[in-house]
């Protein structure tokens, strides 16, 4: 099993940062993708940036793409989420997953959920 914590969501305007941390414990060993999923109000969760663990391959959905970096600390078991310029259309509860298989942006492949954190975003 394996267990993960976000942290580091909050209140922002609009044109601001913020980082989000994933920290993972358990059987950390088996991850082989970890990934940042958001679900808005009324709107699907859908997948917006993920990351092999090894050796580190990454992917961002569109809507995120040079805004957004994900990274992580192997020697922590943490993942990150650096949000820069974000704008209203980024407020959504942020969710952290993890899987063994190969990195996808579909939720129902992803065995590990962390509970979420609110990014609520300003005009």
């Known amino acids: 099993q394996v267990q993960l914590v976000e942290s580091g969501g909050g209140s922002v305007q609009a044109g601001g940062s913020l980082r989000l941390s994933c920290a993972a414990s358990?059987?950390?060993?088996?991850?082989?993708?970890m990934g940042w999923f958001r679900q808005a109000p009324g709107k699907e969760r859908e997948g917006i940036t993920t990351i092999y663990t090894r050796p580190g391959h990454v992917y961002y959905a569109d809507s995120v793409k040079g805004r957004f970096t994900i990274s992580q600390d192997n020697a922590k078991n943490t993942l990150y989420l650096q949000m820069n310029s974000l704008k209203p259309e980024d407020t959504a509860m942020y969710y952290c997953?993890?899987?063994?298989?190969?990195?996808?942006?579909?939720?129902?492949?992803?065995?590990?959920w962390g509970q979420g954190t609110q990014v609520t975003v300003s005009s």
């Open positions: 358990g059987y950390t060993d088996s991850i082989n993708c």
């Open positions: 997953a993890a899987r063994g298989g190969y990195c996808s942006t579909d939720r129902s492949d992803y065995n590990y």
